[in-house]
């Protein structure tokens, strides 16, 4: 199947990184105009619209932090002025904030995560609902994580933010159908991306992860970014209100494969 997204208009939440900067390749290889934003890597996203650029792609690169509403009400007010509004957003910028136990955890850190994951996410697909509504079309799809499902100590806020996703994605999925709007998540499990790079770099916390990963590896961020554009295009038109887990079967508990 050969996807195309000519004329569509793309923003990428976090697009200087990891899986952002392979879904913004992604939809751009596909044809579509990518907007994407960045914040902790500027140099990356130069670097990145540099390609694009070379490329001959139309795109557009925003300094924003999406916790901030005011930051994110400018991105799309740049995105109206460019190309008249948008299609597909896709909220990836995320962050999994660093590891301590509930008893353990300063406040302000914990609400960080979920400022950044959850109210940013929110205040991106308000943004872009008020804009994918009256147009009677558009995809909003949100890259959660299999911590939307799998506990994980150490990392409360990260997988209840993503569990929070979860629900937003239904919910908003539900306001959204009656007007053919698609709402949809993505939970990858574990990628190789500068996240994790302490635990895959490790071959101790390595060969512990890769326990974890019935197809034995870790998954390549090209591997999300695909199935993001097979998710946002027509080839899935009659998926919504779904998160779909992409994750190696790490939410298929290998461990009962030893019993139970
Ligand atoms: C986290 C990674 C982690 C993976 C599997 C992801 O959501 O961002 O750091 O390796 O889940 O636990």
Redesign the pocket.
Known sequence: MNIRLEWKRALVTGGSSGIGTAIVRALADAGAKVAFTYRSHPEAAEVLMETLRQEGREAISVEADVSDPTAVKAVFERMDLAWGGIDILINNAGM?GERALSWETDLPSWRKVFEVNLFGAFYCASEALKRMVPQKGGVVLGIS???EEIA?SGYSAYAASKAALGMLTKTLAQEAAPHGVRVLGLA???IKTP??RS?WSDPKGLED?LRKIPLNRLGEPEEIARLAVILVSDAASYLTGRTVFVDGGMTDYPDFAHGG
């Open positions: 999994d994580s299999v911590h994980w990858p499990g574990a996240i994790n635990v992860l």
